[in-house]
C-alpha cells in the first residue's frame, strides 16, 4: 500500500460544530503532516508528528487540534472554525532515512468549507 | 528565515516548446523537491534532490540542484498539453526532521 487516504473528501461545518478529518498511511513512514492550502496558494505546514510525537506545531490556533493516535493514524479535529479557515487540508507522510527524512507522499485532502 | 522563490509565476507556452521553472532559496540546503498539482487534486512528488549537482530525468521533465547558487532548475521538453499543473518547489530546511518551505508555485499552462 503506497498511498495516503484522508476522509472526508468534502466537509461543511458551521462555526459552532466539531468535526474531525483523518488521515491515514500504511507505508510504516514515522513522520506524518496536516498542510492547510488555500486557492492560488501554496501548502503551508500546521502540525509535524515525529515517532506519533508532536515535533512542530506552526503557531495553528487552538481551534485545530491534531491526535496521532498510532503511527499510521493523523487526525485534525475541528471546533468553533472560522469562515477563513476554509481550505483544502492536506495529509502528508516521509520515511526516516539517517538524520532526515524523504519526500513527502500526499493524500487527496479534505475540502473544507466553514459557513 | 528561509525564502523561496519561483519564476515565473504563471507560464503559457506552445505544444513542442521547451521551457525552463527556476527556483531559488536564501539558506544552505541540500534537499529539494519537485512537486506537481493538478487543479483540485493532490501534490504528487516529482523528483527529489539529494546534493549538489545532482540530476534526475522524467519523461520530459528534468530537475537540477545547484547548492553553491542556492538554485533549481525544472526543465520541460518539447511541452505536451497533458503537462499542464501547477509546479512546485519545495526546500527543506533541516533540523533532523522534515519541514519544508515550498515555493508559491508555477502554473504552467500548455496550449495544444
Known amino acids: 500500500d503506497t498511498e495516503v487516504t484522508q476522509t472526508p473528501k468534502h466537509l461543511v461545518m458551521g462555526m459552532t460544530n466539531k468535526k474531525s478529518l483523518k488521515c491515514e498511511q500504511h507505508?510504516?513512514?514515522?513522520?506524518m503532516y496536516w498542510y492547510k492550502q488555500k486557492a492560488k496558494k501554496p501548502p503551508e505546514l500546521m502540525f509535524v508528528?515525529?515517532?506519533?510525537?508532536?515535533?512542530i506545531n506552526e503557531s495553528v490556533p487552538s481551534r485545530f487540534s491534531p491526535e496521532c493516535p498510532n503511527s499510521s493514524l493523523l487526525n485534525l479535529h475541528l471546533h468553533a472554525l472560522q469562515p477563513e479557515d476554509s481550505a483544502l487540508y492536506l495529509c502528508?507522510?516521509?520515511?526516516?532515512?539517517?538524520?532526515?527524512?524523504?519526500?513527502?507522499?500526499f493524500g487527496p485532502g479534505t475540502r473544507l468549507t466553514v459557513l | 528565515e528561509l525564502k523561496v522563490e519561483q519564476n515565473p509565476l504563471f507560464l503559457s507556452m506552445q505544444e513542442g516548446k521547451n521551457y525552463t521553472i527556476y527556483c531559488n532559496y536564501s539558506?544552505?540546503?541540500?534537499?529539494l523537491y519537485w512537486y506537481r498539482q493538478d487543479p483540485g487534486k493532490s501534490l504528487e512528488s516529482l523528483f527529489v534532490?539529494?546534493?549538489?549537482?545532482a540530476v534526475k530525468q522524467e519523461g520530459r521533465l528534468m530537475a537540477s540542484l545547484d547548492t553553491k547558487a542556492r538554485l533549481s532548475t525544472l526543465h520541460i521538453t518539447a511541452a505536451v498539453h497533458d503537462l499542464s499543473a501547477t509546479y512546485f518547489c519545495?526546500?527543506?530546511?533541516?533540523?533532523?526532521?522534515?519541514?519544508?518551505?515550498f515555493g508559491i508555485g508555477t502554473k504552467l499552462q500548455v496550449i495544444p
Open positions: 502528508a507522510s516521509s520515511q526516516r532515512s539517517g538524520d532526515s527524512y524523504n519526500e513527502q507522499f
Open positions: 507505508m510504516g513512514h514515522r513522520a
Open positions: 508528528y515525529s515517532y506519533e510525537k508532536l515535533s
Open positions: 539558506t544552505t540546503s541540500d534537499r
Open positions: 534532490l539529494l546534493s549538489n549537482g
Open positions: 519545495a526546500v527543506d530546511r533541516g533540523g533532523g526532521y522534515q519541514k519544508v518551505t
